[in-house]
Structure formats: C-alpha cells, structure tokens
C-alpha cells in the first residue's frame, strides 16, 4: 500500500495500517464477550425481575382468596392444589407458565395461618369493635363536656344565690336597726315589765335589740 505525508512518501504504511487493524480487532476480541457476559446478566435480572413480579400478583390474588375463606382443603397437597387450581382459571394469570402458579400456590399455602388469622371476617369485626369503642368515647366526651358546663352554671348559681341571701340579712339586719331608732318609746315600753302582778300577763312580747350584724 503507498501513502504519502505533503509530498513525500511513507515507506512500509501497508505495514503499519496491518498492525492497526491487528491490535483493533484484538481489543474487540476482548471487549464483545465482556460485554456480552454483562448483556446477559442484565436479561437474566430483567427475567427475574419479571418473575418475581409475576409470583407476587398471583400470590397475593391467592392470599385474597384464602383470607375470604375460598380454599377448604387441610392437607398440604390438597391445598397446593386447590390452589393451583384457582390460579389457572383466573383471567388475569392465565398467561403465567404453571411454575410460577406452583410457587405462587406453595407460597400462599405456607401463609394459610397468617391468612386465618388476619381474615377478611376478623378483621371486620376487629373494625366494627373499634368503631364502635370509638363511637362511645366521643359520646362520653360529649356528655363530659355537658357535665362541665351544668356544673360550671350551678357554681356560678351558688354565688350568686349565696350573694343575695347575705344582702337580704344585710337588708333585713338594716331594717330592724332603724325600726327601732324610729320607735324608741314603743321598744322602751315593751321592754318594761309590768306594776301589777296580779294582771293578766301581756299578750304583747317585748323585742330586744338585735346585735348589729357585722357588714
């Protein structure tokens, strides 16, 4: 092969352009099945990922079947089966390989008592219980709050009540006080005892002095 550089010649260029292309395609050789190793570790994951997903959907679809109560069956085979079962005929599954559906089925199998346990029925009345527990607490705070208030009216009654019966004795205290510096005489002559003894004893009863009530 002749190349030229400006005006001159390369010798031997055939040569050098021979050993290019010779360490090129050693360095593909290297290179294309790392990258094909790696290539197929991804697919491999992608698969695993996708069956995973798989396995879960129709696990969980059998999880709900059993916390419904659907599946009858005790033994174990029995049970896998009734479950397999199930699966095929679901419409969203039956695109699924039956190996998945197997895993899926043992898988659902294994949690039965986990599914008796939290099912759909006692969960519901689990609900129901709370709701209603809840239900009183709100009505005895209501009722709390009620309390409150009538007896936050009947203490404020109270003072009040007791307010004016101190102002009524006050008043009544008062009234007498000036009755009897209005009366002077009359208090006078019915404190007197009277100078016949032989007399009849006086219908009329004197009236003391009452103390002063203190204000």
Avoid: C
Avoid at 68 to 85: Q, Y
């Amino acid at each position: 092969m002749q190349a030229g550089f400006g005006d001159g010649q390369v010798t031997d260029a055939g040569m050098f352009i021979q050993i290019g292309l010779t360490a090129l395609i050693l360095m593909l050789a290297f290179y294309l099945p790392a990258n094909a190793r790696m290539m197929a570790l991804e697919n491999n994951h992608r698969k695993f990922a996708l069956n995973m997903h798989d396995i879960s959907s129709a696990y969980q679809m059998a999880h709900a079947a059993d916390r419904e109560g659907l599946f009858m069956m005790s033994s174990e085979f029995d049970a896998v089966k009734e479950r397999m079962g199930f699966l095929r005929q679901h419409p969203d599954l039956q695109s699924l390989e039956p190996e998945i559906l197997e895993l899926a089925a043992q898988m659902s199998q294994i949690s039965q008592d986990l599914a008796e346990t939290y099912g759909d029925a006692r969960v519901s009345r689990a609900r129901t219980f709370l709701q209603q527990r809840q239900e009183e607490i709100e009505l005895f705070q209501k009722r709390l709050q009620e309390a409150q208030v009538i007896q936050s009216e009947l203490r404020q009654w109270t003072r009040d009540v007791e307010l004016e019966e101190s102002i009524a004795k006050s008043q009544l205290s008062r009234l007498r006080d000036e009755l009897f510096e209005l009366l002077p005489e009359l208090s006078a002559q019915l404190q007197t005892p009277p100078k016949d003894n032989t007399s009849k004893a006086s219908s009329v009863i004197a009236m003391s002095r009452p103390p002063r009530a203190a204000e």
